[in-house]
């Protein structure tokens, strides 16, 4: 992974974060906010302005693809290097709710 990805992408914002879990099911914009309100309750609503922004530099540096257009929607997939990225965030987040709990790595 490109030190400027790492540098970019991690830590990763909520909306970030997001969409990239979303985009494991290939999705249009309006969906992954629907994904995202719903696996939330409410709590996490990602503005047009910021999906779409989001959506266009996550293609741009690669972590997302087009996949196709219907209905004049553009239908996006994680990519390898969006899974990668992922799971270092998944794998950074599960740390911090073990650290949370009491639970730390040995420094062996």
Avoid: A
């Avoid at 790492?6 to 494991?24: A, D, K, N, Q, S």
């Avoid at 965030?89 to 740390?95: F, H, K, P, S, V």
């Amino acid at each position: 992974m490109k030190e400027r990805i790492r540098r970019v992408y991690i830590p990763m914002t909520e909306t970030g974060f997001y969409i990239l879990f979303c985009l494991r099911d290939e999705m249009h914009g309006y969906n992954i906010g629907q994904r995202v309100r719903q696996m939330t309750g409410g709590d996490v609503t990602i503005s047009p302005g910021t999906m779409y922004g989001t959506l266009s530099k996550m293609e741009k540096d690669g972590l997302i693809r087009f996949i196709r257009e219907e209905e004049k929607r553009k239908l996006y997939r994680i990519t390898e290097l969006g899974r990668e990225v992922l799971d270092i965030e998944l794998q950074r987040i599960e740390r911090l709710y073990k650290n949370s709990r009491g639970e730390y790595k040995d420094e062996r």
